[in-house]
């Protein structure tokens, strides 16, 4: 009988099929129609004539994109460090179960349930030039307030700053995680020689979590690239389009100009990108025993 | 097996009294634009018009929360993320649990081969299929119905490679003892192996309902008609006229009541996301 049950049949691909027509249907097809449409000069109703790779080869030349792979590639080198490093640091200051600390950990996880909006909307009204919280307390120490929102070369460090504001959990989570598994023995046998706690941190406790500060800066650099809300609503990419990520471009050209083959183009340049680093994370994640 | 003599917290070593200082300051960094926030909503229009430092003194109002009660708007668009987010985690885990059970612990011609081409939609990102997908969706007349800003989250392959996870650590004795009382297939599935991952639907339904609620681009493009915003569609789109009209007042009113439920959520659920956070993603 048991036998039975586990000899291939059709049948049993039955549990699979409800999901596998959504896949297909919304994934899989999507994906090679947007293809498709990125080799056509496309519009709201479908796509019009081929035109091979002209959509890309426009994208590619087209400064408004590379302002905005520029732009993109700037925030993440800047987000994501700061994520890393301060994720790191709130876990291994909490990284021990008593009270204070897993209210610090429950309050540093609780801004990722909030949705971009809210987030944005929050630190808008610490931004607002004259009435937001940061000028406020500029006034109050004899500074004259910034337009952090509306000056080139703050905006998109104003984007940044609410994005590591409201991402940190994850990596502090991850973090906390990894430091569980360090063998405890390497700590014991440290004691036994006394060493002290900088050397412990350099000589056992980052090497251990190595593979995982791998994994977290791949895992931020994938979702960083994707920025999107947090610029279009903080600073509608500006001033200028100096915060005007790729995402957005994306969003422009294929939703509000409606040129759907160049929009379709630069969104599978975006996801050659994303997924040589998502190769990376496999990769990195497979090589599972080396500590 | 060799107990240690002395007890020991490793835990001592990396987490000293001055790093603890440190994430205290940062606590304040992270508290210090929504404490901002909540005093600029109990604060009427005409005080904060005078300057956003009244927040700082007397006198507190709860009126823009009142005006919010009139304003039918924000119900609505409440109503439509309920019941989106609540659809779309409903079918999440329908699908999810009956392809995980399939892939775990069925066998079916090319079974491998199909769990290979799900695990690279987990690659996919949104960015790659939106074009295409609000295409289609403008060709089936989806566009501002509850099904069109449901259905692209069913494709999502987190789910199932999660239940897949799940199914997988069920002993197999479980369901051979149940085969043997002749049980059908999906019996099996329903009786047996779907109460053992309850605390897995609970996981992926949280994070499955937090996602959905919080979704910005596809419900951005898909419900144009105000009637049909999202609540986080909704809110921004009132961001727009910022610091006009409304008033800060009653936009960080709006702002706080929106941002509730998920805070709702959290707050019940806290032990199981961190759990699941902290657990699954290392591995």
């Given at each position: 009988?048991?036998?039975?049950y ?8 039955l ?24 080799l ?84 808008r ?13 500029f ?41 569980q ?27 251990s ?15 960083q690239?994707?920025?999107?809300g ?10 200028s389009?100096?915060?005007r ?46 500590a | ?25 940062l ?33 507190y ?111 197999k004795?479980i ?72 008033g ?17 959520v959290?707050?019940i ?15």
């Open positions: 009988m048991a036998e039975s586990r000899r291939s049949q059709w049948s049993h691909g549990f699979i099929l409800p999901y596998l027509c959504f896949f297909l249907v919304l994934l899989v097809f999507p994906l090679f129609w947007g293809m498709w449409l990125s056509h000069k496309a519009d709201l109703f479908g796509p019009g004539r081929f035109v091979g790779l002209t959509n890309y080869t426009r994208v590619l030349a087209d400064p408004v994109f590379l302002q905005a792979l520029r732009n993109t590639i700037i925030f993440v080198a800047v987000s994501v460090p700061a994520l890393v490093v301060i994720g790191l640091f709130l876990a291994l200051a909490l990284n021990r179960t008593t009270r204070a600390t897993s209210f610090f950990r429950g309050l540093f996880f609780s801004s990722s349930v909030l949705s971009v909006t809210i987030v944005t909307l929050i630190w009204f610490v931004f607002i030039p004259g009435d937001g919280l940061l000028a406020v307390l006034k109050q120490v004899g500074l004259t307030p910034i337009s952090f929102l509306s000056t080139s070369g703050w905006s998109l460090f104003s984007v940044g700053a609410a994005t590591v504001w409201w991402c940190i959990g994850l990596p502090m989570m991850l973090f906390l995680a990894a430091l598994q360090v063998p405890q023995d390497l700590y014991e046998a440290a004691a036994l020689d006394n060493a002290s706690g900088w050397r412990v941190l350099t000589r056992i406790t980052l090497p979590i190595a593979r995982t500060i791998v994994l977290v800066t791949i895992i931020q650099i994938v979702l690239f994707q920025l999107f947090q610029a279009q609503l903080m600073t509608n990419g500006g001033p389009g100096t915060s990520p790729l995402v957005m471009y994306i969003y422009e050209v294929g939703f509000v100009r409606w040129d759907i083959g160049r929009g379709a183009a630069a969104s599978q340049i975006l996801f050659l990108i994303i997924l040589v680093a998502a190769m990376a994370q496999y990769i990195v994640s497979s090589r599972k025993t080396e | 097996m060799r107990e240690p003599e002395v007890t020991y917290k490793p835990e001592s070593l990396t987490a000293s009294r001055p790093l603890l200082w440190g994430a205290a300051v606590s304040l960094i992270m508290m210090a634009p929504v404490a901002w926030l909540v005093g600029l909503s109990i604060k009427s229009n005409q005080d904060l018009m005078m300057g956003t430092d009244s927040v700082f003194r007397f006198p109002t709860l009126v823009n929360y009142l005006n919010i009660l009139h304003s039918s708007q924000v119900f609505g668009w409440l109503l439509n993320s309920v019941i989106v987010a609540t659809g779309h985690t409903l079918g999440v885990l329908v699908l999810s649990s009956l392809a995980g059970y399939g892939f775990a612990r069925l066998e079916f011609p090319f079974r491998r081969t199909v769990f290979v081409i799900v695990l690279f939609g987990l690659a996919v990102p949104e960015q790659a299929v939106i074009i295409a997908r609000h295409q289609m969706f403008s060709w089936l007349n989806l566009h501002n119905t509850y099904l069109g800003l449901m259905l692209p989250g069913f494709s999502s392959a987190f789910g199932v490679f999660l239940m897949t996870q799940f199914f997988r650590a069920i002993p004795d369901d051979e003892a149940a085969l043997l009382d002749n049980a059908s297939q999906f019996r099996i599935f329903w009786k047996i192996m779907l109460p053992l991952t309850l605390p897995a639907q609970a996981t992926l339904g949280i994070f499955t309902f937090l996602g959905a609620w919080n979704d910005y681009w596809w419900p951005l493009i898909s419900a144009t008609r105000k009637e049909m915003y999202t609540l986080t569609i909704g809110i921004a789109s009132s961001q727009t006229n910022f610091a006009q009209s409304e800060l007042g009653f936009l960080a009113a709006q702002a706080v009541f929106a941002s509730l439920p998920a805070i709702i959290y707050l659920f806290q032990r199981h996301i961190v759990t699941a956070v902290s657990g699954g993603a290392v591995k």
